[in-house]
């Protein structure tokens, strides 16, 4: 790595402990070679970014890229209550897209991290692994490396659902609001809804796609798009709850009813789906149980316990429909809407 990086082994060692005598161009360097080198410490190695004297330490590092929203609050707590419950204390990092975060965390002791919505291609990621401490990504972006552990949830049997639950009420002609498109989930998502629309009605049924950034205002835009585009769309399916409520604004900015016009379903079972009027019907994920379970995934891992290299490189928590009142049977005869 440090021929690659064009410096000095003590350079790049203290690169990987976190050591903050460093430029940021040279920071940047050993990163990179990192990333072409793949290079990675063996999770779980007594190296003192990862344990001290005395055994474990008594954090663990949870590392997101926004603190904002019920989902984050929801992942948050199920963090903090298993961390709890296992004597450790929880360091919230802010991943900023171009900061150096991982410096940070490679300066204390940690049982491990756990990083939700972070790219595993990103060379900040990289450096992580090659300090060899223990990590667990919750629903990450793209395909992670096969020795890092996964958690998320059946987003592909998600999608699935919400298409079934839409055709078992006649509509053929649907919308979906997705997230991003090189998103793993928001793909699994739309992935899963077509898979059971084309199956179910023998490739009568058209799914119209567009992309709302996980952003209320730009799933806003992204309906106008699609009732635009396909103006007898009776269902539509958002990939989360936060956009489902730009859907609102759009119907409603359209004189169109929910769900006597136009059905919507949503991807979260956020707090705020009870709230709006009317009720989202919604699949539900499990957010505190997701982050429980990546904490308990995580000790494990640090530890070296349960054949930790025999945890399989993704785990899955299943979803479930949640039905309330944003669907309803499909107008008998969908006129052209504007």
């Not at 460093?22 to 940047?28: E, G, I, L």
């Not at 001290?52 to 963090?79: K, M, P, Q, R, Y």
């Not at 990083?115 to 595993?120: A, N, Q």
């Not at 928001?186 to 084309?198: L, P």
Request: overall charge neutral.
């Amino acid at each position: 790595m440090a021929k690659t990086a064009g410096t000095s082994v003590p350079t790049v060692s203290k690169v990987l402990r976190g050591g903050t005598d460093v430029s940021a161009q040279t920071r940047a360097k050993v990163m990179e070679a990192v990333r072409a080198v793949g290079y990675t410490r063996r999770a779980g190695s007594k190296s003192e970014s990862v344990r001290d004297e005395s055994g474990l330490s008594n954090t663990l590092d949870l590392v997101v890229t926004h603190f904002e929203g019920s989902w984050a609050n929801l992942l948050i707590a199920g963090v903090g209550r298993e961390a709890a419950a296992a004597g450790l204390d929880v360091v919230l990092t802010l991943a900023e897209p171009h900061g150096d975060w991982v410096s940070r965390v490679l300066r204390r002791r940690t049982v491990g991290t756990i990083g939700t919505l972070i790219d595993p291609t990103s060379p900040q990621f990289n450096a992580l692994c090659a300090a060899g401490v223990p990590v667990v990504l919750i629903d990450p972006m793209s395909t992670p490396p096969p020795e890092v552990a996964s958690i998320g949830v059946a987003n592909w049997d998600g999608g699935r659902t919400a298409a079934e639950h839409l055709l078992s009420l006649g509509h053929v002609r649907m919308g979906v609001v997705a997230g991003h498109a090189r998103h793993l989930f928001s793909r699994a998502r739309v992935d899963g809804f077509r898979a059971a629309a084309d199956t179910a009605t023998a490739d009568s049924a058209t799914v119209s796609v567009a992309y709302g950034g996980w952003n209320r205002a730009k799933a806003t835009t992204a309906t106008h798009s699609l009732l635009d585009s396909d103006p007898g769309i009776t269902g539509i399916f958002a990939c989360a709850d936060s956009m489902a409520l730009g859907i609102y604004d759009a119907l409603d900015a359209r004189g169109l009813r929910i769900p006597e016009d136009i059905s919507v379903i949503g991807f979260d079972d956020l707090p705020e789906a009870q709230y709006i009027t009317p009720g989202l019907t919604t699949v539900r994920q499990p957010s505190t149980e997701l982050g429980a379970a990546a904490v308990k995934l995580l000790i494990e891992l640090s530890r070296g316990e349960g054949g930790a290299t025999r945890t399989p490189a993704r785990m899955e928590l299943a979803t479930e429909l949640v039905v309330r009142a944003s669907t309803g049977p499909a107008p008998a005869a969908a006129a052209p809407r504007r």
